[in-house]
């Protein structure tokens, strides 16, 4: 019988505004994970966040209120990050904020795509994590660094790695046309408009039905990718 963690441990200097907003979803992430019982109890529960928490996450349509939300994490049904969040003032500096994230059970990319979301005023930031286990077994320890930046969150395995951002594009082969890239907006037409996904973004991009094996291409870095 062995115990297995996956641990962090890390401090980060926010906003005020960021703080409170960090600690109103920290308890509503252990609501949605539990799950509302009816829609009715879930229209409440949204209906009681804060002005901030609307705007940041506006209401979902089709009955998901909390899909802004929830389709940050790897299972939207589960929205969990696994450990606890506090943000609080600084008392040795004055009208600055901390927040402390702490757990035993994280997960690590969907701890990095909240934070990303939720604090852009302390992007870039690295946090480690480790996989442990309470007994000596095979293969049974790992872990490494998260790079949490504005356009992307990528895994590292040093503290001190340098970040090589990949940018990457969907493209489709078409008949007439050829070769042809994805944008948001407008659907498949000319490179020059193609929307630019970092990995994790594409990682969770939702592929445009209809298409024959569209495939991610990688651009050239540009040169502010480049260094840590």
Same mark, same amino acid.
């Given at each position: #019988?062995?115990?297995?963690?996956?641990?962090?441990?890390?401090?980060? =200097?926010?906003?005020?505004?960021?703080?409170? @907003?960090?600690?109103?979803?920290?308890?509503? @992430?252990?609501?949605?994970?539990? /799950?509302?019982? %009816?829609?009715?109890?879930?229209?409440?529960?949204?209906?009681? &966040?804060?002005?901030?928490?609307?705007?940041? *996450?506006?209401?979902?349509?089709? /009955?998901?209120?909390? *899909?802004?939300?929830?389709?940050?994490?790897?299972?939207?049904?589960?929205? %969990?990050?696994?450990?606890?969040?506090?943000?609080?003032?600084?008392?040795?500096?004055?009208? =600055?904020?901390?927040?402390?994230?702490?757990?035993?059970?994280?997960?690590?990319?969907?701890?990095?795509?909240?934070?990303?979301?939720?604090?852009?005023?302390?992007?870039?930031?690295? *946090?480690?994590?480790?996989? &442990?286990?309470?007994?000596?077994?095979?293969?049974? *320890?790992?872990?490494?660094? #998260?790079?949490?930046?504005? =356009?992307?969150?990528?895994?590292?395995?040093?503290?001190?790695?340098?970040?090589?951002? +990949?940018?990457?594009?969907?493209?489709?082969?078409?008949?007439?046309?050829?070769? %042809?890239?994805?944008?948001?907006?407008?659907?498949?037409?000319?490179?020059?408009?193609? %929307?630019?996904?970092?990995?994790? $973004?594409?990682? +969770?991009?939702?592929?445009?039905? /209809?298409?024959?094996?569209?495939?991610? @291409? $990688?651009?050239?870095?540009?040169?502010?990718?480049?260094?840590?």
């Amino acid at each position: #019988m062995a115990d297995y963690y996956t641990q962090t441990s890390f401090a980060i =200097h926010v906003s005020e505004d960021e703080a409170a @907003l960090i600690n109103e979803i920290d308890p509503l @992430l252990r609501a949605l994970a539990d /799950g509302f019982e %009816t829609a009715a109890e879930a229209e409440a529960a949204y209906a009681a &966040t804060s002005a901030q928490f609307q705007a940041a *996450f506006p209401k979902g349509g089709d /009955g998901d209120l909390f *899909f802004e939300l929830t389709s940050l994490f790897d299972d939207p049904t589960w929205p %969990t990050i696994g450990c606890d969040l506090e943000a609080r003032a600084t008392p040795e500096r004055p009208g =600055h904020f901390q927040l402390w994230v702490n757990g035993d059970d994280v997960r690590p990319f969907d701890l990095a795509a909240l934070l990303q979301r939720v604090c852009p005023s302390a992007l870039p930031f690295r *946090f480690g994590w480790a996989y &442990t286990c309470s007994r000596h077994r095979i293969d049974a *320890f790992g872990g490494g660094y #998260m790079e949490v930046g504005a =356009h992307g969150i990528i895994r590292l395995i040093d503290p001190d790695d340098p970040v090589e951002v +990949k940018r990457l594009v969907l493209a489709a082969r078409d008949a007439e046309d050829g070769l %042809t890239f994805w944008n948001n907006d407008t659907g498949f037409g000319a490179l020059v408009s193609a %929307t630019v996904f970092g990995e994790a $973004e594409a990682q +969770k991009a939702i592929l445009p039905v /209809g298409v024959d094996r569209p495939e991610w @291409l $990688e651009l050239p870095a540009a040169p502010s990718d480049q260094g840590a």
